[in-house]
């Protein structure tokens, strides 16, 4: 069973009142543990369709199932369960807690449900071992690079072991050679621990890192490409 399909997805937004439609009957299925980019021009979609697909926004019409069952149909209970388990989210900008610690944002989630078990402790030094930010654990976010804080953000995105994580233009806000470093991790963290990952970028060599990129224009996927 595929891990998210689109039927039918459209957006639209009232305008004083003129309706101006984002997404235009997008369908999309995507596999447990594909990495997907999806990428276009500014103002094709991108970023409203990945709000639609991860639940942060609802559709006009058609709709969105996750794991077969439609997004539409969850309460409010059921979504945040479902945000802290199954499905993260990666922004442009990282934030973390100012003051906490690199460690104390990373475990947030976990220490919100009052549950870090021994098991917990052990994934999270691995995740930073994996991420190679260990050294920076004990300091705050203002006392490292923008770099270290968004590989530390990812890093607490995959910390609750999600089926999926949605990334809206995780590198924009990073030098070219951090924006690698991360890339590079979240291609590592797709392949070994079989994350499914679904990235916005405006960047032709980051869209080479996934394995499929879905080219929106205009509301529609007007191309896609298997890398």
């Known amino acids: 069973m595929p891990l998210i399909v689109a039927k039918g997805l459209v957006k ?29 021009e500014s103002g094709s979609g991108k970023s409203t369709l990945l709000y639609l697909l991860s639940g942060l926004d609802k559709p006009t019409s058609g709709g969105v199932f996750y794991m077969g069952k439609n997004l539409a149909l969850f309460n409010d209970r059921e979504m945040a369960e479902l945000r802290r388990n199954e499905i993260s989210f990666i922004y442009q900008f990282y934030n973390l807690i100012p003051n906490l610690t690199i460690y104390e944002n990373i475990i947030l989630p976990k220490r919100i449900e009052k549950r870090l078990s ?11 071992d994996f991420a190679k930010i260990g050294h920076i654990a004990d300091l705050r976010p203002n006392e490292v690079s923008g770099g270290e804080q968004q590989r530390a953000a990812f890093i607490r995105s995959v910390f609750t072991r999600p089926k999926i994580i949605f990334a809206d233009e995780p590198t924009g806000n990073l030098d070219s050679a951090s924006g690698e470093r991360l890339i590079d991790l979240i291609k590592d963290i797709n392949s070994t621990y079989k994350t499914a990952i679904v990235m916005v970028t405006h960047s032709k060599e980051n869209a080479k890192a996934a394995q499929r990129e879905l080219v929106l224009k205009d509301g529609v996927i007007y191309d896609e490409k298997r890398q």
């Open 12 to 40: 639209e937004f009232n305008n004083k009142k003129v309706k101006n439609r984002v997404i235009k009957g997008i369908n999309l299925s995507i596999e447990q543990g594909e990495f997907i980019a999806i990428t276009g």
């Open 118 to 128: 021994l098991e917990d402790k052990r994934y999270l030094k691995e995740l930073l």
